[in-house]
């Protein structure tokens, strides 16, 4: 059964406004600040400004725990976290207007903290009310959403007006599209969670510590938690130095973010959509092995790149490759991960989930810039440290044996 397209339209207009301060941050801002001259290394560590995403899981109980009955509640923190973000972006629109880079840093890490904080919201909302089966069409709805957003505010707006916005354009933009989104949630119901969902009034926190501990005591946890925290590191180690090594091989700006970040994000939204269809049609752990064995083909398109030079066509090709089977894989191990979370204690345990997935992979761009840097790093370059992605890509693979072996026990008469 399809999900109902009011609340499939609903939670992708709240993923897309998420979406957007990551978008800024990671595709953006590192193009302009090598344009800059800034090293590889310092952009490298600018990927701190996501520091939200990956301590969410900190303020998650609070997220659960407390709510307005009237609003509802999810909506009574969703609300909130929509203007906070509406506000900081026009703010950002300021700083860069003049020239305040500094003040723009540290913007951009205010408008990440709104959305880190919406996105438990939202994922408790999609915990709620998502059934088994609406698990792909949801998380596709996910995705989609927010990579719209990271195509938005990672440039998409530049690019469709012919750089004439420039930086405060593209941030006020940001902003009304925030102000656009709280209208429609400030009018929308939130509707009941289904059976075995958590309540509006929430959990206990004796309760809710309870539950935490329950879950992570689990026969098995370790490798699901070693499983979700990997599987995104070595393509992150790639990712983060593909928008730099193309500068760095002459090709203008403005092209970059038209490839990477809207083509590229169309067609990362249609994997994600083939990604959709197969976790509705396959056993998810399947879908994951799947498209995670697919994922590494464009990086070893990267590594021939950086190996026998680029061409606007294989540029245009690995990077249209790279999008479409990552984002099957995300939909797939979102899908996963949301298959796996007890709906008692839904934002949390999900956050846990999606915040351990950020740690994973925040030490790769610090880690693959030092590499690769000859100024300031290791000096290896762009070739062998996308050659080390692909290793680590493919090493992330054996553990789908446990995995594996976890859900045969789990599916068992005996484990029943």
């Known amino acids: 059964m399809r999900l109902p397209s009011p609340r499939l339209a609903l939670l992708s207009m709240l993923y897309f406004v998420q979406g957007m301060p990551f978008g800024f941050q990671s595709t953006a801002l590192p193009v302009y600040l090598r344009t800059q001259g800034v090293s590889l290394t310092a952009i490298g560590f600018a990927s701190a400004l996501s520091l939200p995403w990956a301590c969410k899981a900190l303020w998650a109980p609070l997220v659960d725990r407390y709510g307005s009955a009237r609003l509802g509640r999810r909506r009574s923190w969703i609300l909130p976290m929509q203007l906070g973000l509406a506000a900081s972006c026009a703010a950002a629109a300021f700083a860069a207007s003049q020239g305040a880079m500094p003040l723009l840093m540290g913007l951009v890490l205010v408008m990440n903290l709104f959305?880190?904080?919406?996105?438990?919201?939202?994922?408790?909302?999609?915990?709620?009310?998502?059934?088994?089966?609406?698990?792909?069409?949801?998380?596709?709805?996910?995705?989609?959403?927010?990579k719209f957003g990271m195509m938005f505010a990672g440039g998409g707006v530049m690019t469709w007006t012919g750089n004439r916005v420039g930086w405060p354009g593209m941030l006020l933009a940001m902003a009304v599209m925030s102000l656009a989104v709280f209208v429609v949630m400030f009018f929308a119901r939130e509707p009941a969670p289904r059976e075995g969902g958590s309540p509006v009034k929430g959990v206990s926190w004796s309760e809710l510590a309870g539950r935490i501990k329950q879950v992570l005591m689990l026969p098995g946890a370790g490798w699901l938690l070693l499983f979700v925290g990997t599987y995104k590191f070595g393509e992150s180690m790639s990712d983060v130095l593909y928008k730099l090594f193309l500068v760095d091989a002459g090709i203008p700006a403005e092209r970059i973010l038209l490839w990477v970040n809207t083509w590229g994000t169309v067609a990362s939204l249609l994997g994600s959509a083939v990604g959709g269809l197969l976790a509705a049609r396959m056993p998810l752990l399947g879908a994951v092995g799947l498209t995670a064995t697919l994922r590494v083909l464009p990086l070893v398109g990267r590594w021939g790149l950086a190996t026998a030079g680029v061409s606007d066509s294989a540029v245009i090709g690995v990077t249209l490759a790279e999008e479409f089977f990552g984002g099957a894989l995300t939909t797939v191990m979102f899908a996963f991960m949301m298959s796996r979370v007890d709906r008692r204690i839904g934002a949390t345990h999900y956050t846990l989930l999606a915040?351990?997935?950020?740690?994973?992979?925040?030490?790769?761009?610090?880690?693959?810039?030092?590499?690769?840097?000859?100024?300031?790093?290791?000096?290896?370059?762009?070739?062998?440290?996308?050659?080390?992605?692909?290793?680590?890509?493919?090493?992330?693979?054996?553990?789908?044996?446990?995995?594996?072996?976890?859900?045969?026990?789990?599916?068992?008469?005996?484990?029943t």
Not at 120 to 127: E, L, N, Q, S
Not at 357 to 382: F, H, I, N, Q, S
């Open 115 to 146: 959305a880190a904080t919406q996105d438990i919201a939202v994922d408790g909302f999609a915990v709620d009310t998502l059934r088994p089966d609406e698990l792909g069409p949801g998380n596709t709805a996910q995705v989609v959403g927010y």
């Open 355 to 415: 915040s351990l997935e950020v740690w994973g992979k925040a030490p790769a761009g610090p880690l693959a810039t030092w590499l690769a840097d000859p100024a300031r790093g290791v000096g290896l370059g762009y070739a062998p440290v996308f050659l080390l992605g692909i290793v680590l890509s493919v090493a992330f693979l054996v553990l789908l044996l446990p995995m594996r072996r976890q859900r045969r026990v789990e599916a068992s008469p005996a484990a």
